[in-house]
């Protein structure tokens, strides 16, 4: 009788390991989250540049727009769209946050002036809202878009077309939300027209450099992974 041992069958092979989520998409996913949430708050206040004034959530708009490029730009078309439709989530979670928020009473020590002013800073009407998510979602949707069409799968010139993505995403978004919020209650024409010219300059000045970091140190996380 043969002493040998038996041959231990052979073990299975490992399901491979997942691929990681990119660093650089989680990190521009938490930016675009806080961005889209601190933009409308942002809007309260209007700042004056030059002869024109303009609501200074643009900053946070303009950022939002070079966020969603430079993702298209590294992980394409289909990835930016999800992250414009995720952005809704932070978007309407923060507005009925700021909702319950006033409508809790305010301790009776609190600071007076601040007591008076959060309502003012914060409080927006149903009209105001229903503009925001409309103009959100059209005008980033566009932006991407855009973006990626002018690509035709070259990824060149990202700077240019970053640019004009956003001159026509901010045009459409000053419409859609000047038009949504006050027609019919004040007269818009000037504030569009200002509104536009503003951030169409700031898009021209700020896009181009903006966008060449994000890609940057896009690729830089990544290659760090």
């Known amino acids: 009788m043969s002493t040998q041992p038996k041959a231990m069958p052979a073990a299975a092979p490992l399901p ?10 989680f990190v521009f996913a938490l930016f675009y989250g806080g961005m889209v949430c601190i933009a409308g708050v942002l809007g309260a206040k209007q700042v004056a540049m030059g002869p024109l004034a303009v609501e200074a959530g643009i900053f946070g708009f303009i950022l939002l727009v070079v966020i969603a490029s430079t993702v298209a730009e590294l992980y394409g078309r ?11 989530v932070p978007l309407i979670v923060s507005m009925a946050l700021i909702q319950l928020v006033l409508f809790l009473p305010a301790d009776p020590e609190m600071y007076p002036p601040l007591k008076e ?14 503009a925001g998510l409309i103009s959100y979602g059209i005008s980033q949707t566009l932006n991407v878009l855009i973006f990626s069409k002018l690509s035709r799968g070259e ?15 901010q045009v459409v ?6 038009s949504i919020s006050f027609l019919g209650v004040r007269p818009i024409f000037d504030l569009l027209v200002g509104q536009m010219i503003a951030k169409i300059v700031l898009s021209v000045v700020l896009v181009p450099v903006l966008i060449t970091l994000f890609v940057g140190l896009g690729r830089r996380l990544d290659a760090r992974a």
């Open 173 to 178: 978004d000053t419409l859609l939300f000047i």
């Open 117 to 130: 002013a959060f309502p003012v800073v914060l409080g927006q009407g149903a009209r105001m809202m229903l």
């Open 16 to 25: 491979a390991a997942p691929l990681p989520f990119p660093r650089a998409l």
């Open 78 to 88: 289909a990835t930016a769209d999800s992250l414009v439709r995720l952005g809704f």
């Open 155 to 169: 990824g060149k010139l990202v700077w240019l077309r970053a640019m004009i993505a956003s001159v026509c995403s």
